[in-house]
């Protein structure tokens, strides 16, 4: 799901405004994955599922925090560049610039389940 947001964003992006609705159709694959991974956490962790889900949750919002900053500087440093470059389109550029991170981000959560994913099967831990 990770993967199929990042070629909707990337793919939106890269479209201009006709890509827009792409950008729409990445929540379709951002939406599933944490309740996916509550459940997944559910399974594995079964007897201490209160502390697995707190700590999970706790460590996703940690990590959200610093990308959420990370890609509002990308816009804010980009976009005086951009306009100086290319005038009011440059606002756009800027904002491109972000949303690419953004896809950049899940195509990383993408890899990072695949090597989970390879982890747990070799463990025979595989939900």
Do not use: H, W
């Not at 509550?38 to 999970?56: P, Q, R, Y």
């Amino acid at each position: 799901m990770s993967a199929f947001a990042g070629v909707m964003i990337t793919a939106g992006v890269l479209f201009g405004e006709a890509g827009t609705f792409l950008l729409v159709i990445a929540g379709v694959g951002v939406a599933p994955i944490f309740p996916t991974m509550m459940a997944v956490t559910a399974k594995l962790f079964s007897d201490e599922i209160d502390l697995a889900m707190t700590a999970i949750t706790t460590v996703m919002g940690i990590i959200m925090m610093p990308t959420n900053l990370l890609v509002g500087a990308i816009i804010a440093r980009t976009r005086p560049v951009f306009t100086d470059l290319y005038g009011e389109a440059g606002v756009r550029l800027a904002y491109s610039a972000g949303y690419l991170c953004l896809g950049l981000f899940c195509f990383g959560a993408f890899v990072f389940a695949l090597l989970l994913r390879k982890k747990q099967k070799k463990a025979g831990q595989l939900v």
